[in-house]
Protein backbone atom coordinates (compact mmCIF):
# COMPACT_ATOMS: atom_id res chain seq x y z
CA UNK A 1 0.00 0.00 0.00
CA UNK A 2 2.89 2.35 -0.68
CA UNK A 3 1.68 5.79 -2.16
CA UNK A 4 -1.59 6.34 -0.55
CA UNK A 5 -0.72 8.25 2.49
CA UNK A 6 -3.28 8.46 5.48
CA UNK A 7 -2.82 10.30 8.55
CA UNK A 8 -4.22 10.11 11.54
CA UNK A 9 -3.94 6.14 11.68
CA UNK A 10 -5.76 6.30 14.67
CA UNK A 11 -8.24 8.91 15.72
CA UNK A 12 -10.39 9.11 19.15
CA UNK A 13 -13.02 12.01 19.76
CA UNK A 14 -15.85 12.13 22.47
CA UNK A 15 -19.42 12.81 20.61
CA UNK A 16 -20.17 16.14 19.69
CA UNK A 17 -16.52 16.66 18.73
CA UNK A 18 -15.28 17.14 14.76
CA UNK A 19 -12.73 14.24 12.91
CA UNK A 20 -10.56 15.45 10.29
CA UNK A 21 -9.46 12.71 8.16
CA UNK A 22 -6.75 13.45 5.17
CA UNK A 23 -5.08 11.53 2.42
CA UNK A 24 -2.07 12.07 0.08
CA UNK A 25 -3.07 10.09 -2.96
CA UNK A 26 -0.23 8.48 -5.23
CA UNK A 27 2.42 10.50 -7.24
CA UNK A 28 1.02 11.08 -10.50
CA UNK A 29 -2.94 10.04 -9.27
CA UNK A 30 -5.09 12.92 -9.77
CA UNK A 31 -8.57 11.16 -8.44
CA UNK A 32 -9.50 10.47 -5.01
CA UNK A 33 -12.23 8.19 -3.14
CA UNK A 34 -13.50 7.64 0.28
CA UNK A 35 -14.71 4.30 1.73
CA UNK A 36 -15.80 3.38 5.17
CA UNK A 37 -15.56 -0.37 6.52
CA UNK A 38 -17.85 -0.78 9.56
CA UNK A 39 -17.38 -3.38 12.15
CA UNK A 40 -18.36 -6.78 10.56
CA UNK A 41 -19.50 -4.94 7.42
CA UNK A 42 -17.86 -4.76 4.10
CA UNK A 43 -16.10 -1.62 2.43
CA UNK A 44 -18.83 1.00 1.34
CA UNK A 45 -17.69 3.75 -1.11
CA UNK A 46 -18.76 7.58 -0.13
CA UNK A 47 -17.68 9.94 -2.02
CA UNK A 48 -15.35 10.18 -5.87
CA UNK A 49 -13.14 13.63 -6.06
CA UNK A 50 -11.21 15.26 -8.66
CA UNK A 51 -8.82 18.17 -7.94
CA UNK A 52 -11.44 21.05 -6.30
CA UNK A 53 -14.06 18.92 -7.61
CA UNK A 54 -16.95 16.69 -6.30
CA UNK A 55 -17.68 14.09 -8.87
CA UNK A 56 -20.11 11.20 -7.05
CA UNK A 57 -21.01 12.08 -3.13
CA UNK A 58 -23.99 9.58 -3.90
CA UNK A 59 -22.66 6.76 -0.68
CA UNK A 60 -21.96 10.18 1.66
CA UNK A 61 -24.53 10.93 4.70
CA UNK A 62 -26.41 13.40 4.02
CA UNK A 63 -25.24 15.65 7.07
CA UNK A 64 -22.42 15.99 9.36
CA UNK A 65 -20.50 14.60 6.47
CA UNK A 66 -17.84 16.48 3.75
CA UNK A 67 -15.25 15.83 1.85
CA UNK A 68 -12.87 18.06 -0.57
CA UNK A 69 -9.91 17.93 -2.64
CA UNK A 70 -7.88 21.45 -2.77
CA UNK A 71 -6.24 22.18 -5.37
CA UNK A 72 -3.00 22.42 -2.99
CA UNK A 73 -2.87 19.77 -0.21
CA UNK A 74 -4.16 16.40 0.90
CA UNK A 75 -8.11 15.17 0.09
CA UNK A 76 -10.00 15.68 3.66
CA UNK A 77 -13.13 13.87 4.92
CA UNK A 78 -14.51 15.86 7.65
CA UNK A 79 -16.99 14.35 10.18
CA UNK A 80 -18.84 17.23 12.63
CA UNK A 81 -20.32 16.44 15.44
CA UNK A 82 -19.33 12.94 15.64
CA UNK A 83 -21.97 10.17 17.09
CA UNK A 84 -20.79 6.20 18.37
CA UNK A 85 -22.24 4.88 14.80
CA UNK A 86 -19.59 7.21 13.06
CA UNK A 87 -16.43 4.83 15.14
CA UNK A 88 -15.52 3.09 11.51
CA UNK A 89 -12.16 2.43 9.49
CA UNK A 90 -11.94 5.06 6.75
CA UNK A 91 -10.01 4.14 3.61
CA UNK A 92 -8.52 6.76 0.95
CA UNK A 93 -7.89 5.27 -2.38
CA UNK A 94 -6.34 6.97 -5.39
CA UNK A 95 -6.00 6.52 -9.60
CA UNK A 96 -4.85 7.98 -12.39
CA UNK A 97 -8.36 8.53 -13.49
CA UNK A 98 -9.61 8.04 -17.10
CA UNK A 99 -11.23 4.02 -17.89
CA UNK A 100 -9.84 0.93 -16.66
CA UNK A 101 -7.78 2.31 -13.82
CA UNK A 102 -7.42 0.40 -10.58
CA UNK A 103 -8.21 2.45 -7.51
CA UNK A 104 -5.36 1.44 -4.57
CA UNK A 105 -5.67 2.63 -1.25
CA UNK A 106 -4.22 3.49 2.07
CA UNK A 107 -4.24 1.87 5.15
CA UNK A 108 -6.90 3.83 6.73
CA UNK A 109 -7.44 5.37 9.46
CA UNK A 110 -9.63 4.09 12.30
CA UNK A 111 -11.98 6.10 13.87
CA UNK A 112 -13.33 5.77 17.27
CA UNK A 113 -15.92 7.36 19.03
CA UNK A 114 -15.67 7.86 23.04
CA UNK B 1 -28.40 -1.69 -7.40
CA UNK B 2 -25.48 -3.48 -8.14
CA UNK B 3 -24.22 -6.84 -5.70
CA UNK B 4 -21.45 -8.71 -4.71
CA UNK B 5 -21.56 -12.13 -2.80
CA UNK B 6 -18.90 -13.92 -1.94
CA UNK B 7 -18.19 -17.53 -0.34
CA UNK B 8 -17.13 -19.10 1.54
CA UNK B 9 -17.00 -16.37 4.51
CA UNK B 10 -14.22 -18.30 5.52
CA UNK B 11 -11.70 -21.15 4.12
CA UNK B 12 -9.02 -22.98 6.01
CA UNK B 13 -6.20 -24.77 3.85
CA UNK B 14 -3.49 -26.28 4.64
CA UNK B 15 -0.29 -25.44 2.90
CA UNK B 16 -0.57 -27.22 -0.45
CA UNK B 17 -3.74 -27.50 -0.61
CA UNK B 18 -5.16 -25.72 -3.99
CA UNK B 19 -9.09 -24.30 -3.74
CA UNK B 20 -11.05 -21.91 -5.15
CA UNK B 21 -12.96 -18.66 -3.98
CA UNK B 22 -16.19 -17.61 -5.61
CA UNK B 23 -17.49 -14.06 -6.27
CA UNK B 24 -20.81 -13.65 -7.51
CA UNK B 25 -22.09 -10.51 -8.82
CA UNK B 26 -25.24 -8.06 -10.38
CA UNK B 27 -24.10 -5.18 -12.02
CA UNK B 28 -25.93 -2.66 -14.40
CA UNK B 29 -22.76 -2.85 -17.25
CA UNK B 30 -19.73 -4.38 -15.73
CA UNK B 31 -16.75 -1.65 -16.51
CA UNK B 32 -14.36 -4.27 -14.24
CA UNK B 33 -14.17 -6.56 -11.78
CA UNK B 34 -11.47 -6.28 -9.16
CA UNK B 35 -9.47 -8.39 -6.37
CA UNK B 36 -7.55 -7.07 -3.72
CA UNK B 37 -6.07 -8.80 -1.11
CA UNK B 38 -6.64 -7.11 2.46
CA UNK B 39 -4.12 -8.30 6.04
CA UNK B 40 -5.25 -7.19 9.18
CA UNK B 41 -4.81 -3.58 10.06
CA UNK B 42 -4.01 -2.66 6.55
CA UNK B 43 -5.61 -1.15 3.37
CA UNK B 44 -6.14 -3.44 0.40
CA UNK B 45 -3.81 -4.16 -1.90
CA UNK B 46 -5.03 -4.30 -5.65
CA UNK B 47 -4.21 -7.76 -7.21
CA UNK B 48 -6.31 -8.20 -10.49
CA UNK B 49 -8.74 -6.28 -12.96
CA UNK B 50 -10.78 -8.69 -15.35
CA UNK B 51 -13.02 -6.54 -17.91
CA UNK B 52 -14.64 -9.70 -19.71
CA UNK B 53 -16.15 -12.95 -19.83
CA UNK B 54 -13.43 -15.53 -20.12
CA UNK B 55 -10.64 -13.29 -19.42
CA UNK B 56 -7.81 -15.17 -16.83
CA UNK B 57 -5.09 -13.18 -14.84
CA UNK B 58 -2.42 -14.80 -12.91
CA UNK B 59 0.22 -13.81 -10.52
CA UNK B 60 2.58 -16.07 -8.21
CA UNK B 61 0.14 -18.47 -7.12
CA UNK B 62 -3.09 -16.98 -8.11
CA UNK B 63 -5.51 -16.78 -10.80
CA UNK B 64 -8.45 -15.50 -11.65
CA UNK B 65 -11.07 -16.16 -13.81
CA UNK B 66 -14.57 -14.21 -14.95
CA UNK B 67 -18.02 -15.41 -16.15
CA UNK B 68 -20.96 -12.88 -16.79
CA UNK B 69 -22.25 -13.72 -13.71
CA UNK B 70 -19.30 -14.73 -11.18
CA UNK B 71 -15.40 -14.70 -10.75
CA UNK B 72 -12.90 -17.25 -9.64
CA UNK B 73 -9.60 -16.85 -7.75
CA UNK B 74 -8.25 -20.28 -7.97
CA UNK B 75 -5.16 -20.80 -4.65
CA UNK B 76 -2.65 -22.97 -5.84
CA UNK B 77 -0.46 -24.58 -3.53
CA UNK B 78 -1.36 -21.74 -1.18
CA UNK B 79 1.43 -21.26 1.42
CA UNK B 80 0.41 -19.55 5.00
CA UNK B 81 1.82 -15.91 3.37
CA UNK B 82 -1.03 -16.30 1.54
CA UNK B 83 -3.15 -15.87 4.36
CA UNK B 84 -5.45 -12.85 4.35
CA UNK B 85 -9.27 -11.58 3.32
CA UNK B 86 -10.05 -11.82 -0.25
CA UNK B 87 -11.87 -9.16 -1.50
CA UNK B 88 -13.96 -8.68 -5.07
CA UNK B 89 -15.12 -5.67 -6.28
CA UNK B 90 -17.30 -4.84 -8.90
CA UNK B 91 -17.04 -1.13 -11.30
CA UNK B 92 -19.95 -0.30 -12.95
CA UNK B 93 -19.35 1.21 -16.99
CA UNK B 94 -21.19 4.39 -15.56
CA UNK B 95 -19.40 5.09 -13.17
CA UNK B 96 -16.14 5.00 -10.82
CA UNK B 97 -17.36 3.61 -7.58
CA UNK B 98 -16.10 -0.08 -6.53
CA UNK B 99 -19.42 -1.82 -4.61
CA UNK B 100 -17.51 -4.87 -2.58
CA UNK B 101 -18.59 -8.18 -0.88
CA UNK B 102 -17.82 -8.91 2.29
CA UNK B 103 -14.80 -10.86 1.64
CA UNK B 104 -13.21 -14.31 2.10
CA UNK B 105 -10.76 -14.99 5.19
CA UNK B 106 -8.05 -17.78 4.26
CA UNK B 107 -6.22 -19.19 6.05
CA UNK B 108 -3.33 -21.41 5.43
CA UNK B 109 -1.93 -23.64 7.82
CA UNK B 110 2.10 -24.58 7.89
Known amino acids: NAGVMQNPRHLVRRRGQEARLRCSPMKGHSHVYWYRQLPEEGLKFMVY????????ESGMPKERFSAEFPKEGPSILRIQQVVRGDSAAYFC????????????FGDGTRLSIL | EDQVTQSPEALRLQEGESSSLNCSYTVSGLRGLFWYRQDPGKGPEFLFT???AGEEKEKERLKATLTKKESFLHITAPKPEDSATYLCAVQQASGSRLTFGEGTQLTVNP
Open chain 1, 49 to 56: LQKENIID
Open chain 2, 50 to 52: LYS
Open chain 1, 93 to 104: ASSRGGTNQPQH
